[in-house]
């Protein structure tokens, strides 16, 4: 009697299978999930498979599809937006993340092509590293290419683990994530007894934990006092008439009462509806004139307190045709002063305006883009010295997740604000926005202050971590002292060459293993 034949299925049997199914699964290491064990076994089951591809077009096909499906359920909060624009179906929601994804997976595919022409004859160190160093290369350029998006870099599954995560204070996200991309591949390297890119795992780990651990800041007695309002009026209800007046009268109500300690106030983007400043011809002023809006403001305030907050200007031809908007932060003292405006210089595509418009627009594409004309940008990270408050730096919305951009250089200031309107997003995404401002604490060892219309809002000091918050959907504020600024990090002395000395680090050592093996 013959015995039956046992078939073992593994994953190098249905590679495109995996590769895709793995990409997706990856996606619950971010918040709000940060299953970050799942993400890294997914990656090293997915560095595996590309090693075993038989060709280069294999290897890009494996590439392409898990970095399809990651992108794909990664994003899946932008299918929310969709619901705001009643000029196009709210079906076609479901579809952008998709035609997102098309784009997106080139960067892993590139990853993994890179990698697969410098493995061995089994996934050893020097594969791995080829591949961490190629990972942080494509990641870069998903930041930077076409505007960029560099949306869940691969290094935020360690914000629940401050000794991994504040590593990025030294090197950055982008390095940050290649080491991620190391780490994981090590455990395929152990599993073929390739022993010494364990040890070498472990050991960086080790040195990791040594040099990154927080330096807490305590702030002093008299600290000035930051209070972050949350109104959670939902992005549906702004075609309401009285939207506006209910907006500013929810903001009031919020703001607190002055005290002894100097209040700075902040409220979200786009929070103020009304028009703040003089000089616009009479028609385009409704409601309220500027004087009455600043003085409303100036009311909630003592002799040294100051409003932040997101609001609109507006730019005129000669004939006083408006031209173009801006989507801007206003600052306003107890005198009913605008002390300064700062004007977002990273737009949104297709949200904030429409990337060659007199084309796309023949073709019936401006339905994609609310309103008849852009917004314009801003000249790019900027900061405004407050009284009593010190130097504030300003991120408006999604410029908070652009690493190593997010500070004028030689101007650093004591904190970062950034108003946001995640109403716009599904709660993975409110969940991931917040994800990447911790990143930014850490990378630039400073404290960063977020004001969203629905959540979420956060205090978050210079180490990243969240002393204070209003859970999505929830209407309220927070108050507490400013946390202080930590000490420059290497980062924000160095910014992204540290991504290309860790990679050049990283690729080198590849070379020299594979040299060493021969």
Known sequence: ??????????????????????????????????????TLGCVAA??????????????????WLFGFAHFLIGNNWIAKAFTYQDA????LGWVAPGLMALYLGIFPMAAAGVAWRFRGARPDTAYVLSFAAAWITTEYLRGTVFTGYPWNPLSEIWLPLPGLSHSAAWIGTYALSGLTVAIAGMGVGALHREWRGAAMAIGGLIVIGLIAPPVSVAPGPLAPRVRVVQPDLDQEQRPRDDYAEA????????????????????????????LPEDGYPRQYYWEATPYE???RIAALLGPKDVVLTGGNALNFDAEDHVISATNSIFAFDAHARILARYDKAHLVPFGEYLPARPLLSAIGLSRLVPGDFDFAPGKGPNGLDLPAFGRVGFQLCYEIIFSGDVVQRGHRPAFLFQPSNDSWYGYWGQAEHLAQARMRAIEEGLP???????GISAIIDAQGRVLASIPAEKAGAIELP?????????????????????????????????RFAR
């Open 1 to 38: 009697m013959t015995a039956p034949t046992v078939t073992t299925l593994t994953v190098t049997d249905r590679p495109a299978l995996y590769s895709f199914l793995l990409g997706g699964i990856a996606t619950v290491g971010f918040a709000p999930l940060a299953l970050w064990p799942v």
């Open 482 to 514: 400013i946390p202080p600024a930590a000490p420059p990090t290497v980062f924000s002395r160095l910014g992204n060459l540290m991504a290309l000395l860790v990679g050049l680090c990283f690729l080198a050592s590849a070379i020299a293993l594979r």
């Open 247 to 274: 907006n500013l009268a929810q903001l009031a109500r919020l703001s607190g009462k002055p005290g002894p300690a100097p209040r700075l106030i902040v409220w979200p983007e786009g929070a103020l509806r009304f």
């Open 46 to 63: 997915w560095l595996w498979i590309v090693h075993a591809a038989p060709g280069i077009r294999a290897a890009l096909w494996r590439g």
């Open 293 to 295: 809006t600043r003085h």
């Open 448 to 454: 960063v202050i977020r004001a969203t219309p629905t």
């Open 88 to 91: 196009v179906p709210h079906a």
